[in-house]
């Protein structure tokens, strides 16, 4: 699914929205991100976690990890026991293993595809959502004469779509109405045929347009751009 889309692709979404706008008084505006989010946190989260509970796991499992004992020269005729000693020599030891734990999960969790798959896909479907309504508030779809925008927002790398309308579209049309071109935009994407998913979407979305909201004979402006625009890694 994160095909990079290619030049014939473009011309192909842009024909398919071209039509699509014929046949209705909406505005249909295609966007691909490659990423909608950094997810700067997810290494961080990870690294914690194992650190944390790495040590414990250990001793379950019978693996016990001490550190040479820095302190001897200075404490060994204050302590006097050998059993002091070495629990601090443990302690040391889980305290450097989980300074290690850390810095290594941290710097793997790191890799964008290794971050990516360990991200939950709850918190990427969130991020994917806020994306696109950030963008059909950055890019004025909401300020249509009619109020009948329509965004078709892709994100390649966590491999999720949104179609989000405009209050005017809203008040007369269901959510579910957009599964299917929801549905047809995933198939093609996984298809690795990016062209033919997004024209299909395209035409769907079209159609319910159609119907709901046609044109005006002698009125009926292209508001928005019908080339997709495509958005670099946050």
Known sequence: MTKTLTPSDLSAIEAAVREAETRTSGEIYCVVAEESAHYGETPLVWAAAVALLGPAVLLLGGVHVSAPDLFEGWTSAQVGAVAEAAARSALMGAILMQA????????????????????????????????????????????????????????????????????????????????????????????????????????????????????HPGDNPNELPDAVVLLPRV
């Open 100 to 215: 290690v734990l850390f810095a290594v999960v941290a710097v793997v969790v790191s890799i964008r595809g290794v971050r990516l798959a360990l991200t939950p896909r709850g918190i990427k479907r969130h991020e994917v959502k806020r994306r696109a309504t950030g963008i059909f508030l950055s890019k004025n779809l909401h300020l249509t004469r009619e109020r009948t925008g329509v965004l078709i927002f892709v994100s390649l790398a966590e491999r999720m779509a949104e179609i989000v309308a405009d209050e005017g579209i809203a008040q007369h049309v269901e959510t579910k109405v957009w599964d299917k071109a929801m549905a047809a935009l995933a198939e093609g994407l996984k298809r690795g045929e990016p062209a033919a998913g997004f024209a299909a979407a395209v035409g769907l979305c079209g159609d319910v347009l159609a119907e709901r909201f046609p044109p």
